[in-house]
């Protein structure tokens, strides 16, 4: 059964009462989400409905805006990737920040750029992780050390990362090369192997893994039956030949 959308059971009480009250678009609750922002990168948590509250109160008020949290929550919807929320949050920031740098048109004030480059190199990671290219996901996050400062503020982000990746591999696969679970994971040596066989609980057989069976990744024969009854084929001919009106 899934959960819905707005539940996290880490929430403090504090939260829940400004996200189901009137608060929730008071302009001074801007602080304590962004506050609660800061928590959920230092403890590991993860409040989507409550970080998708306040990128919607920076929409309203502007001026009360603050790039870095803003950057932080992007890198906090990365992780949990294949979900829409890195969408979601992106269609809640200002056009200007979400204009290519190049672009002629984009004529950005003071302050700008800095949050406009954030968010595309952040996109970047995203599309990467939508096309499971796990492997560029790492090239490309090591490719550039502006990546190190957005992921700063994030508690054990690659850690996160890497079991994020391993879930979606999990669903997919039974068996995989260990060298290219290697680059997928950007590990090797014992700490790979430590990551596969203590963290995931899965089988290192010489150059192969291999994943436990589970209901994602295990391989069901579907039968599909039709049940359409022969004299409504028979209505649909005499149609074809009934002459127009």
Same mark, same amino acid.
């Given at each position: 059964?899934?959960?819905? /959308? %707005?539940?996290?059971?880490? =929430?403090?009480?504090?939260? !829940?009462?400004?996200?189901?009250?009137?608060?929730?678009?008071?302009?001074?609750?801007?602080?304590?989400?962004? %506050?609660?922002?800061?928590?959920? @990168?230092?403890?590991?948590?993860? %409040?989507?409905?409550?970080? #998708?509250?306040?990128?919607?109160?920076?929409?309203?008020?502007?001026?009360?805006?603050?790039?870095?949290?803003?950057?932080?929550?992007?890198?906090?919807?990365?992780?949990?990737?294949?979900?829409?929320?890195?969408?979601? @949050?992106?269609?809640?920031?200002?056009?200007?920040?979400?204009?290519?740098?190049?672009?002629?048109?984009?004529?950005?004030?003071?302050?700008?750029?800095?949050?406009?480059?954030? *968010?595309?190199? #952040?996109?970047?990671?995203?599309? #990467? &992780?939508?096309?499971? %290219?796990?492997?560029? /996901?790492?090239?490309?996050?090591?490719?550039? !050390?502006?990546?190190?400062?957005? $992921?700063? !503020?994030?508690?054990?982000?690659?850690?996160?990362?890497?079991? =994020?990746?391993? *879930?979606?591999?999990?669903?997919?696969?039974?068996?995989?090369? =260990?060298? $290219?679970?290697?680059?997928? &994971?950007?590990?090797?040596?014992?700490?790979?192997?430590?990551?596969?066989?203590?963290? @995931?609980?899965?089988?290192?057989?010489?150059?192969?893994?291999?994943?436990? &069976?589970?209901?994602?990744?295990?391989?069901?024969?579907? *039968?599909? =039956?039709?049940?359409?009854?022969?004299?409504?084929?028979?209505?649909? $001919?005499?149609?074809?030949?009934?002459?127009?009106?």
């Amino acid at each position: 059964m899934s959960r819905p /959308f %707005d539940f996290a059971p880490e =929430r403090p009480e504090h939260i !829940d009462q400004i996200l189901n009250g009137l608060d929730r678009y008071n302009p001074e609750t801007t602080t304590v989400f962004q %506050d609660y922002v800061m928590q959920q @990168c230092e403890n590991q948590t993860y %409040d989507s409905y409550a970080n #998708l509250a306040l990128l919607k109160l920076y929409q309203f008020n502007p001026h009360l805006s603050r790039d870095e949290t803003v950057t932080n929550i992007l890198v906090k919807a990365l992780i949990v990737f294949p979900g829409p929320d890195f969408s979601l @949050c992106i269609s809640l920031l200002p056009p200007h920040v979400l204009a290519p740098l190049s672009s002629s048109s984009h004529t950005p004030a003071a302050g700008d750029a800095p949050l406009s480059e954030a *968010v595309q190199k #952040l996109n970047e990671l995203n599309n #990467l &992780l939508g096309g499971a %290219d796990y492997a560029a /996901f790492w090239n490309e996050l090591d490719s550039d !050390d502006l990546y190190a400062d957005l $992921i700063a !503020d994030v508690s054990g982000f690659e850690e996160l990362m890497r079991v =994020r990746i391993a *879930v979606t591999v999990s669903q997919a696969i039974r068996e995989v090369d =260990r060298s $290219i679970l290697e680059s997928w &994971l950007n590990l090797q040596g014992k700490e790979f192997e430590h990551f596969v066989g203590s963290v @995931c609980g899965w089988n290192v057989d010489g150059a192969k893994i291999k994943v436990p &069976l589970n209901k994602e990744n295990e391989a069901k024969g579907t *039968v599909v =039956r039709e049940n359409v009854k022969f004299d409504q084929f028979a209505r649909v $001919i005499k149609r074809a030949y009934e002459q127009p009106a």
